[in-house]
Structure formats: structure tokens, C-alpha cells
């Protein structure tokens, strides 16, 4: 019975499961992050290593095929980097790496063609086509002018409070709100958690969450930084569509995952995506991810070995993943 390994490596977490070919969860492992351009090229073999030795060991076989969907996979020398640390690992007779959005691609699709979205502590938009060729947009922070993430909104959302506050722009309730959350006396003293000795680390990307609420109760600033970030995203979108030659008319999946997509509580950025891309791809189908990024690994498995995963199969691996 072929053994499959999945790996999800994250900046925060990584996870590793390791199924049968009847899509029966044999086992899975939890570490911390493995991004080696956050914690290094030694600390990231570690956390992989642990993971895919762990859900070996439980598992009691070897595995035909690892699939390593990894964060801070994104230019060749990073693949470079990878290959190396996980090269000495083993333990499969087939290794495949991809970068970590990739996952989300594949584990919202039938088939891993389309063009995922992912915003969550960074951002990041890949496609691939029927002929296997990807795409990719954002995903190097700042320098690629990613946004859509948490970070990003939130930054954005703090310049508009303090242009209301100064009166540069129009007043917000984002100001209240951010005072509240951080405990300030006045919004300018925000500066003291991200440059000076500040006994609590500065976490913009906590207040994404605010700038929701502020547009669901109708806060002007609230609503254009949502829309704005809800035009980049289809910046990004469009160019991967039209990048892997998709077809005007076609109805190509676009996957959105992360926590600004998954649990926004307010619309107007998806809907403002939504919009600016069905200008140019009006039969674009938008899915909001379900099922955990491990799957997609999973499933990739799965393709790689050139086994069936029927819908009744994904559904009992995702319901035993998120158990």
C-alpha cells in the first residue's frame, strides 16, 4: 500500500501527514515554523526533519512520494536552498517541492488549475494552467508591493488614522479603535511600539481585524483602504490569469485563502476583487478555502503517483485532517 507524505511549512507552523493510497490518515506532526529566511538554514532542516520522521515513525512505512509545500519558496535560489535542506531527509522514493500557495491552489480545486490568492501574515498569488506552467505575482513583502495581508491592511489603515488625526485627512473611527486596542493616549504614540524599548512587540497585522469592523459600521477610510487593497489583489490575479493564458471566458477557479479572505467580516475588499476581475474575466468562479493547505500537499501526492482521489476520498482526508 503506498505510503504519501504532505508537508505544509509556514512562517508560524509546519505541518506533516502521511496517508495511504485509500486516503486513510495514518499520521501527522506539528513543529514550528520552517521559513529558512526567518530562522535560518540549520533551524528550518530541524523542524523538517522532526516533522517527516514523526509521521514516518507513526506511520511504520516508507513513503512513495513527500510533497513539500514550503513558505519563502519563491525565487530559484530559494528552491536551491530548499532541495539542500531536504534533500538528506529522504525517507520517499519521489520528492516534490513547491511553494506553500501552491497547497491552497490544490486543495480548492479538483485539479490544482486555476490561480489561488492567499493573504494572511504576508500575501502571496500563483496560478498554474492545464500544461503545468506556473505563475506567480507578490509574495517578497513590501519590495514586490504586496498587500491584501493583514500587515499591509493594517499599516495602511493606521496612515489614515493619523491623517485624520492631524487633519491631513478625514477623521476615522480607526483612530479610537487603534487607541483602544494598544492602550495609547494619543495615536502618535503608536511610533514608541514599532521604534522605541516597548515592552510589547508590535504586531501590526492584529489590527487588521479593525479596520473590518470599522467598515461594517460604515467608517469612510475603513472602506477606501479595503477597496484599495481589494484593486491590488486583482493586480496581482489578473496578471497571473493573463500571464498563464487563460482564456477570457473560461471559468478558471481563483482560490483565496488566509485570514484577511477566510475571516474578513466585512466584503468590500473580496467584492471589490471581485469586481476588477470579472471586468476582464467574467466567468472567473472565486472559492473561499475550506479545507485545511495540508490537503493540497496531499492530494499533489496523489497526482504525482497517478491515483484517482475522488471527491468521496478528499472529503473523508479533510474531515480527518481538521479532527
Not at 528552491?79 to 520528492?95: H, L, M, S, W, Y
Request: with cysteine.
Amino acid at each position: 500500500m503506498a505510503v504519501i507524505i504532505g508537508v505544509d511549512g509556514g512562517n508560524s507552523k509546519t505541518l506533516a501527514a502521511a496517508v495511504d493510497e485509500n486516503g486513510r490518515l495514518l499520521a501527522r506532526a506539528r513543529e514550528g515554523g520552517s521559513n529558512y529566511q526567518g530562522i535560518g538554514r540549520d533551524a528550518a532542516a530541524g523542524v523538517l526533519a522532526r516533522v517527516v520522521a514523526r509521521v514516518l515513525e507513526e506511520a511504520g512505512a516508507e513513503a512513495e512520494v513527500a510533497v513539500y509545500g514550503l513558505a519563502g519558496a519563491d525565487r530559484d535560489k530559494d528552491f536551491a536552498v530548499f532541495r539542500e535542506i531536504i534533500t538528506p531527509i529522504g525517507r520517499a522514493k519521489k520528492t516534490v517541492l513547491v511553494n506553500d500557495t501552491l497547497l491552497a491552489l490544490r486543495a480548492g480545486t479538483a485539479d490544482g488549475v486555476g490561480v489561488a490568492l492567499i493573504g494572511g501574515a504576508g500575501s502571496n498569488c500563483i496560478g498554474m494552467n492545464r500544461q503545468g506552467v506556473i505563475r506567480k505575482a507578490w509574495g517578497l513583502g513590501p519590495l514586490t508591493g504586496d498587500r491584501g495581508n493583514a500587515s499591509a491592511l493594517a499599516l495602511d489603515a493606521i496612515v489614515a488614522a493619523m491623517k485624520g488625526a492631524d487633519g491631513r485627512g478625514p477623521q476615522t473611527a480607526l483612530e479610537a479603535k487603534f487607541k483602544a486596542a494598544l492602550g495609547l493616549g494619543a495615536l502618535e504614540d503608536i511610533i514608541e511600539h514599532e521604534f522605541y524599548d516597548c515592552p510589547r512587540t508590535f504586531n501590526p497585522g492584529a489590527l487588521a481585524p479593525l479596520v473590518f469592523e470599522a467598515a461594517n459600521e460604515g467608517d469612510g477610510e475603513a472602506v477606501r483602504v479595503l477597496r484599495e487593497h481589494g484593486r491590488a489583489a486583482a493586480e496581482a490575479a489578473l496578471a497571473v490569469l493573463r500571464g498563464l493564458g487563460f482564456p477570457p471566458g473560461d471559468e478558471v477557479p481563483v482560490v483565496l485563502g488566509g485570514s484577511v479572505y477566510q475571516k474578513g467580516a466585512n466584503s468590500t475588499l473580496v467584492d471589490t476583487l471581485r469586481g476588477e476581475v470579472a471586468k476582464e474575466f467574467p466567468r472567473v468562479r472565486f472559492v473561499i478555502l475550506k479545507e485545511p493547505p495540508i490537503l493540497g500537499a496531499l492530494l499533489r501526492g496523489y497526482d504525482e503517483l497517478k491515483i484517482d482521489a475522488g471527491p468521496e476520498l478528499v472529503v473523508r482526508l479533510s474531515k480527518a485532517l481538521c479532527d
